[in-house]
């Protein structure tokens, strides 16, 4: 997909705070593939990006129409060109070989898409319904020993998503400001 766009200037708007608990992650395990949901103009993608091997894949699945549980988004001037906007900012960063992005729903990808991953990371929808629903249809994409994580803890309805997820899964959470991992 990268070659069939206008490539526009870098555009570095974004939410991306988990850094160190991602970095840490890369220290917890050896990663190789990640697979991303929600990714809106790739901080946290060109993070993970750059953080794998030379061999490593990231797969950055997002619909990038914006969340409608989040009205900021839907009034974003950048919505009409995110897709366009996000490839670029790939495309600046020098990460094209290592991010594949599926435009699609996080549901489309988790039962159309034979990948498995050393590492899931949540970072789409911010209802209760849809992230629960993210962490298990993702689950069974996780590799054996892989981290499933995400951001948002501090939202209410992506705590009882991710505790409703644990107990499920009979996981426990570690917590790091607004981030959560399953252990």
Request: hydrophobic content about 40%.
């Amino acid at each position: 997909p990268y070659r069939s766009i206008e490539v526009l200037p870098f555009d570095s708007h974004g939410w991306f705070g988990n850094a160190d608990q991602l970095a840490d992650c890369f220290n917890r395990i050896q990663i190789t593939d990640v697979i991303e949901i929600g990714s809106w103009l790739g901080c946290s993608t060109r993070f993970l990006a750059s953080t794998l091997p030379a061999n490593g894949k990231l797969y950055a699945i997002d619909t990038w129409r914006g969340s409608p549980e989040e009205e900021v988004h839907q009034k974003d001037p950048r919505l009409a060109c995110l897709y366009q906007q996000f490839l670029s900012n790939v495309i600046h960063a020098g990460l094209t070989e290592k991010i594949v992005p599926f435009r699609m729903t996080s549901l489309e990808a988790a039962r159309g898409l034979n990948v498995k991953a050393d590492l899931i990371y949540l970072d789409g929808a911010h209802d209760t319904a849809n992230v629960y629903q993210d962490i298990i249809e993702w689950y069974p994409h996780l590799k054996e020993g892989g981290i499933m994580c995400g951001d948002d803890w501090l939202w209410p309805t992506v705590q009882t998503a991710v505790l409703k997820g644990a107990k499920e899964l009979n996981k426990s959470i570690y917590t790091s400001k607004n981030f959560w991992l399953y252990y």
